[in-house]
Nanobody, 122 residues
Framework: QVEPMETGGGLVRPGESLTLSCPTS????????VGWYRQAPGKGRELVAV???????DYADAVKGRFTISRDNAKTSIYLKMSSLNAEDTAIYYC????????????????WGQGTQVTVSS
């Protein structure tokens, strides 16, 4: 499988917005659960948003109401729109395109890329 290539990260001030993107395909869109993870310094990787082939979404409590996961009409990209960013959102963000559920827990069956760094600081 192709390694994801996340883009869109950068340095922003608290309260500002940022949109991340990751290339995808119609083959992924038709069957897979895709999503975004993040890993803050000194912490484990956290699943923050998921999107199913049917268009259903779900979010971690920490980002609910502020982040939106979506896919473009051509099904060539997955996006994570982030608003009202704060210091706790500082992390490396990863796109994953094959997310499964096993024994009540999420796990990734897809490839991992290098991620894109989001830093929120004044």
């Amino acid at each position: 499988q192709v390694e994801p290539m996340e883009t869109g990260g950068g340095l922003v001030r608290p309260g500002e917005s940022l949109t991340l993107s990751c290339p995808t395909s119609w083959r992924i869109a038709r069957s897979n659960v895709v999503g975004w993870y993040r890993q803050a310094p000194g912490k484990g990787r956290e699943l923050v948003a998921v999107l199913t082939s049917g268009g259903s979404t779900d979010y971690a409590d920490a980002v609910k109401g502020r982040f939106t996961i979506s896919r473009d009409n051509a099904k060539t990209s997955i996006y994570l729109k982030m608003s009202s960013l704060n210091a706790e959102d500082t992390a490396i963000y990863y796109c994953n395109q094959d997310i499964r559920r096993r024994d009540g827990r999420w796990f990734s069956a897809g490839a991992w890329g290098q991620g894109t760094q989001v830093t929120v600081s004044s």
